[in-house]
């Protein structure tokens, strides 16, 4: 079983950057695929970033493209989402999901999902 935790949000101003993280537990990481998602008040659940097993391969919503960069470190079971340039529509719950067996931007596709991390950019 995979546990998976969010960190790093908070309250930013508009322009500003972070970065998030999520940490893994409890299985070979290297063997999932990551993606990030993030839901606001009163909408749905919108895929953000995706980052094969390896790390090779990324893919981006065009609403962050430019603007978040999603990596990871496997030896830390780590990964990052660092996101630049935020924008007040960047405000919601932000969560980390894992997959085997290719990407997806899908969330119900993930087999591992994050509680969520608040990120609230003020403008």
């Known amino acids: 079983q995979v546990q998976l935790v969010e960190s790093g949000g908070g309250l930013v101003q508009a322009g500003n950057s972070l970065r998030l993280s999520c940490d893994a537990s409890g299985g070979t990481f290297s063997t999932f695929a990551v993606g990030w998602f993030r839901q606001a008040p009163g909408k749905e659940r919108e895929f953000i970033a995706v980052i094969s097993r390896s790390g090779a391969s990324t893919y981006y919503a065009d609403s962050v493209k430019g603007r978040f960069t999603i990596s990871r470190d496997n030896a830390k079971n780590t990964v990052y989402l660092q996101m630049s340039n935020l924008k007040p529509e960047d405000t919601a719950v932000y969560y980390c999901?894992?997959?085997?067996?290719?990407?997806?931007?899908?969330?119900?596709?993930?087999?591992?999902r994050g509680q969520g991390t608040q990120v609230t950019v003020s403008s």
């Open positions: 999901a894992a997959k085997q067996f290719g990407t997806s931007s899908y969330y119900d596709n993930y087999d591992y």
